[in-house]
């Protein structure tokens, strides 16, 4: 089945809108409250993707970047985790 607009979130990586699932956003919030430092960005996938896209400045998609690649490699995320890491490296690569 699947998942309409309502279930989905969206995140703004640099102009690029990525689609999360409801299922990988709720993944991602527990991987961050897993990872010490990124309570505000916790609360922005919280808040903002609820009523618009999330947001992300360049710390934040670097930092983010980070924590997806080390999720990568621990080999847990789930596969709607690749679209927003693949934005964040294209995004970090244009400038």
Do not use: C, N, Y
Request: proline content about 3%.
């Amino acid at each position: 089945m699947e998942e309409s607009d309502l279930d989905r979130e969206l995140v703004d990586v640099a102009g690029e809108l990525v689609a999360l699932s409801r299922r990988d956003r709720d993944a991602l919030l527990q991987e961050l409250a897993l990872t010490a430092g990124h309570r505000a960005m916790r609360e922005k996938f919280e808040t903002a993707g609820e009523h618009r896209a999330v947001e992300l400045d360049r710390e934040e998609r670097a930092e983010l970047r980070a924590t997806l690649e080390a999720w990568e490699r621990d080999g847990l995320p789930p596969a709607g985790i690749a679209p927003l890491l693949a934005a964040l490296v294209r995004a970090e690569q244009s400038g």
